[in-house]
């Protein structure tokens, strides 16, 4: 059975930083495009960053080009989101996802997701 766990998400200041974790269990990660998405009140989930199963390759929201990495330790299993300088418009659930082959930036490629963890920015 695939799991995926986010963990990381808090409450932080404009211009803070939080990373985010998500172990994955029951697949090999490196063998899976690992995403991150988020949703905001209101709206709809979107794209943050994808990475590919090798880490060889990423691929970045513009919104977060710069100030987001996303990075992958095969040992642990596990796919971080590091966010920098972060704005109040970053306040989401944040949600990690898998997908076999190639990354992908559309939510619907994505076959297994997490339950998501709450980012709050605000003074």
């Known amino acids: 059975q695939v799991q995926l766990v986010e963990s990381g998400g808090g409450l932080v200041q404009p211009g803070g930083s939080l990373k985010l974790s998500c172990a994955a269990s029951?697949?090999?990660?490196?063998?899976?495009?690992m995403g991150w998405f988020r949703q905001a009140p209101g709206k709809g989930r979107e794209f943050v960053a994808t990475?590919?199963?090798?880490?060889?390759?990423?691929n970045y929201a513009d919104s977060v080009k710069g100030r987001f990495t996303i990075s992958r330790d095969s040992a642990k299993n596990a796919v971080y989101l590091q966010m920098n300088s972060l704005k109040s418009e970053d306040t989401a659930v944040y949600y990690c996802?898998?997908?076999?082959?190639?990354?992908?930036?559309?939510?619907?490629?994505?076959?297994?997701w997490g339950p998501g963890t709450q980012v709050t920015v605000s003074s």
């Open positions: 996802a898998a997908k076999r082959g190639l990354l992908a930036t559309t939510e619907s490629r994505y076959e297994y």
């Open positions: 029951g697949l090999t990660i490196s063998s899976y495009a």
């Open positions: 990475i590919s199963g090798s880490g060889g390759l990423t």
